[in-house]
T-cell receptor, first 108, second 116 residues
C-alpha cells in the first residue's frame, strides 16, 4: 500500500461549483498534512496545511482532517478556471511524502 | 537570489553517462530536499538534508544516486551510469526549520533530465 493515495482524476467541475479533492494515508502516526497546488509545467506551491481533526478554512479553501479514518480532503468553493491545476497531498514532515496528485479542471 | 535556483534547467544525456544536478537554496534555509517527478506522476522523495545532521537518504532508488550538500548550502545530486528510467524532472526544495519541526517547502523550477 502506498503511503499517500489520491484519485488521479481528472476531476472536472463547472465554474462556481465546489471541487472536492480527497487523500488517504497509511501511517497512523502522521500528524501534519499539506495541500500543494501545481500548475502545468510549474513547481508545487503550498496552499494549506492542517494538523487538528476538523475543518480549517482559508478564503475559498477548506481543509478537512479525520485522523481516525486516515483521510484528509480539500474543498474549493466557487471554483474558478484559474484553480485548474494538479493538487498534491503531502504528509509526514520533515520528510514530506507526496501523493500522486489529482488533476482538477474547472470549466468556464 | 530570491528563490531556489536549479541548474541546468534541461539536461539531455546518453544512457550510461554520469550527470550532476545543482541546487542553490534560499539563503538561511537549513533544510534541503530532492524530489523526482516523472511525467504525470507525483513527487517521489529522494533525499533530505537538515543542518549538520546525517541526511535522510531513504528515498534514493539505487546506489547510482548520491547527493551532497557543501557548507550547509549548495547541493549536488549525482546520477551515475544513467538509465532511460531516470528521465524525469528533478525538483529541489528548501525550507527554514520552524519551531514545530517543519516549514513549508519552497521549490525550484526543476531540472528536466532526458536520458536517450
Amino acid at each position: 500500500q502506498k503511503e499517500v493515495e489520491q484519485n488521479s482524476g481528472p476531476l472536472s467541475v463547472p465554474e462556481g461549483a465546489i471541487a472536492s479533492l480527497n487523500c488517504t494515508y497509511s501511517d497512523r502516526g502522521s500528524q501534519s498534512f499539506f495541500w500543494y497546488r501545481q500548475y502545468s509545467g510549474k513547481s508545487p506551491e503550498l496552499i494549506m496545511f492542517i494538523y487538528s481533526n476538523g475543518d480549517k478554512e482559508d478564503g475559498r479553501f477548506t481543509a478537512q482532517l479525520n485522523k481516525a479514518s486516515q483521510y484528509v480532503s480539500l474543498l474549493i468553493r466557487d471554483s474558478q478556471p484559474s484553480d485548474s491545476a494538479t493538487y498534491l497531498c503531502a504528509v509526514n514532515p520533515p520528510r514530506f511524502v507526496f501523493g500522486p496528485g489529482t488533476r482538477l479542471s474547472v470549466l468556464p | 537570489g530570491a528563490g531556489v535556483s536549479q541548474s541546468p534547467s534541461n539536461k539531455v544525456t546518453e544512457k550510461g553517462k554520469d550527470v550532476e544536478l545543482r541546487c542553490d537554496p534560499i539563503s538561511g534555509h537549513t533544510a534541503l530536499y530532492w524530489y523526482r517527478q516523472s511525467l504525470g506522476q507525483g513527487l517521489e522523495f529522494l533525499i533530505y538534508f537538515q543542518g549538520n545532521s546525517a541526511p535522510d537518504k531513504s528515498g534514493l532508488p539505487s546506489d547510482r544516486f548520491s547527493a551532497e550538500r557543501t557548507g550547509g548550502s549548495v547541493s549536488t545530486l549525482t546520477i551515475q551510469r544513467t538509465q532511460q528510467e531516470d528521465s524525469a524532472v528533478y525538483l529541489c526544495a528548501s525550507s527554514p526549520m520552524g519551531r514545530q519541526g517543519w516549514e513549508k517547502l519552497f521549490f525550484g523550477s526543476g531540472t528536466q533530465l532526458s536520458v536517450l
